[in-house]
T-cell receptor
């Protein structure tokens, strides 16, 4: 089946530094990739939607200058958390879809970010 | 608008008990409905889905039926196992407005031997 990987799986960084998280579709070309944020014991909050070669669409309340998304190819999207602060600590999950609007989303295993 | 409301947890059951996790939705048009499962420390995995009214999705002993009249997609399993312990998310995607998924808040299930 379709596999999505994320790297790294866990990252700890100092406050003020930037962190890049990669999301790759391993065996399919992803027309659209999504980035979610999940707080402990809560649901997934959609942060942004990205299509290859175009600018990401951010959800209301998500700072686009803080969370930079690049979707350079059909198999790779990156999320960069710039000038990270402790409140950015969270579980970040990406997903990818193939094709039409009602296909399922294939989720990555998530990246746990801890900002000290 | 689009939203999903699911039963709050946590839910604790004994092995072989019957499971129901309620899910209702609000959507424009005719959405596709999904149940995803998240095991501890992992990402989400698709459990089952239904794309039109009266469809029944099933997988690993779990079932859910797309009920348009009650706007519901309740998850059921006749006999749960310890390995079913996880968080379950109900979700929808509105077919006419792109790929965006809307998730419920998740229901944590713990099955004890």
């Amino acid at each position: 089946g379709a596999v999505v990987s994320q790297h790294p799986s866990w990252v700890i960084c100092k406050s003020g530094t930037s962190v890049k998280i990669e999301c790759r579709s391993l065996d399919f070309q992803a027309t659209t990739m999504f980035w979610y944020r999940q707080f402990p014991k809560q649901s997934l909050m959609l942060m942004a939607t990205s299509n290859e070669g175009s600018k990401a669409t951010y959800e209301q309340g998500v700072e686009k200058d803080k969370f930079l998304i690049n979707h350079a190819s059909l198999t790779l999207s990156t999320l960069t958390v710039t000038s990270a602060h402790p409140e950015d600590s969270s579980f970040y999950i990406c997903s990818a879809t193939q094709g039409d609007s009602y296909n399922e989303q294939f989720f990555g295993p998530g990246t746990r970010l801890t900002v000290l | 608008g689009n939203s999903v409301t699911q039963m709050e947890g946590p839910v604790t059951l004994s092995e072989e008990a019957f499971l129901t996790i309620n899910c209702t939705y609000t959507a424009t048009g005719y959405p596709s409905l999904f149940w995803y499962v998240q095991y501890p420390g992992e990402g989400l995995q698709l459990l089952l889905k239904a794309t039109k009214a009266d469809d029944k999705g099933s997988n690993k002993g779990f079932e859910a039926t797309y009920r348009k009249e009650t706007t519901s997609f309740h998850l059921e399993k006749g006999s749960v196992q310890v390995s079913d312990s996880a968080v379950y998310f109900c979700a929808l995607t509105p077919r006419r407005t792109g790929n965006q998924f809307y998730f419920g808040t998740g229901t944590s299930l713990t099955v004890i031997p």
